[in-house]
Every structure is written in C-alpha cells, then in structure tokens.
C-alpha cells in the first residue's frame, strides 16, 4: 500500500508536464486534424479525403473500453502493463471545430486545430483502420464516450498511454513533439518554417 501511495504521489507531482506541438511547416495540400483533451487523456480527429470525419482514441481496455473506472482500476492502469484500446468514431463534416465539438459526446476541455499534409494523414488512416479491422473480435461500444473500441496490439503503460500514443500519431504526421505528454495538457507552438 505504501508504494501505491508513493507511485500516485509521483504520478500527481507529474500531471504538470505538459507536451508542446510544433505543427510541420504550410502543407502543399493541407488536412484539418484535431486534438481533443478530454482531461486526463486526448483523442485526434482526422479529416478524411470525402471530408467526413474520424476520432480515434487510445487507452486502457479495462478502465477506458469497459468503463472499470474505481480507484484499484485507475493505480493498476497506469501501474501495469495491461491490455489496450483503439477506440474509434466516424463523423460527418465539414472539418470545422464547431462541428466536432458538436457531435463528439465526451467532455471536450481544451481542442487544438492544426493542418496536416493530406498524404500523411491518409497513411496514418489506413494504418489505424488496419488495426481496428485486424481486432473486430473484441468489439464493443461504450455509450458514453460514444466510441467503438477493439483491443489494440501495444500494451498501454504509464510510458505508453494515450497521450504518449497521440504524441505518436501526431509526429506521423510531421509534427515535433517536446516534452512529455503524461497528461492531455497539449500546447501549440508555432510551426517550423
């Protein structure tokens, strides 16, 4: 018990780290994506080439994708090594801000707005969809986060969670990521010319 407590003392003294975002430079042919904090963890939001739109979002399978959320769930979470979730959403357009804070059902606390190279964000579509399709078996939708979620092939840790994956998935699209992204306090830099 005394570790639990000193592991979340540590965790807590680290919940003020934040990332910065340093977008790629002016795309050739640009991409709206968005990031959204939802408080303790983020989700992204690609525009795709029919300008619909598509949330995916990371995290633990027991405490995010079957809602498992007390407090034990919580410690072993980000304690452990454990199954994770690639939750996953289609949206209608237009690409706008307004539109996804709109249809997106989760708490939204903070969004940034960026541009893409359309190229990348493709790939990293298809490569998200690749995985999702490869897990449909573990299927299932939560409600409340109005998701589908299927079990994702990386294990989620503290040093793997969802912002870490989302720093991940951004730098796949050109972006730079600085510092550590324990927590969804995402800061936008200007972008590199």
């Known amino acids: 018990m005394l570790r639990l407590l000193i592991f979340?003392?540590?965790?807590?003294?680290?919940?003020?780290?934040?990332?910065?975002?340093?977008?790629?430079?002016?795309?050739?042919?640009p991409r709206s994506i968005f990031i959204l904090d939802h408080g303790k963890h983020s989700s992204l939001?690609?525009?795709?080439?029919?300008?619909?739109?598509?949330?995916?979002?990371?995290?633990?399978?027991?405490?995010?994708?079957?809602a498992q959320t007390g407090l034990l769930s919580g410690f072993r979470a980000i304690a452990l090594p454990s199954k994770a979730a690639l939750g996953r959403?289609?949206?209608?357009?237009?690409?706008?801000?307004?539109n996804v804070r709109q249809q997106v059902k989760a708490s939204i606390e903070n969004m940034l707005s960026l541009e893409a190279e359309a190229e990348?964000?493709?790939?990293?579509?298809?490569?998200?969809q690749q995985k999702f399709d490869a897990s449909r078996v573990s299927l299932l939708y939560r409600p409340e986060?109005?998701?589908?979620?299927?079990?994702?092939?990386?294990?989620?840790?503290?040093?793997?969670?969802?912002n870490r994956v989302l720093g991940d998935w951004l730098k796949q699209l050109g972006?730079?990521?600085?510092?550590?992204?324990?927590l969804s306090d995402w800061q936008l830099e200007p972008s590199r010319q």
């Open 89 to 98: 959403r289609q949206l209608p357009g237009p690409a706008s801000a307004e």
């Open 175 to 182: 972006s730079d990521i600085h510092g550590w992204p324990l």
């Open 45 to 66: 939001v690609l525009t795709q080439a029919n300008g619909d739109l598509i949330r995916y979002s990371y995290g633990d399978w027991r405490y995010y994708a079957q």
């Open 145 to 162: 986060y109005d998701l589908e979620f299927v079990q994702h092939p990386v294990n989620y840790s503290l040093r793997n969670n969802s």
């Open 120 to 128: 990348a964000v493709d790939r990293l579509l298809e490569q998200l």
């Open 8 to 29: 979340s003392s540590i965790v807590l003294l680290l919940a003020g780290c934040s990332a910065r975002i340093t977008p790629p430079a002016t795309p050739e042919t």
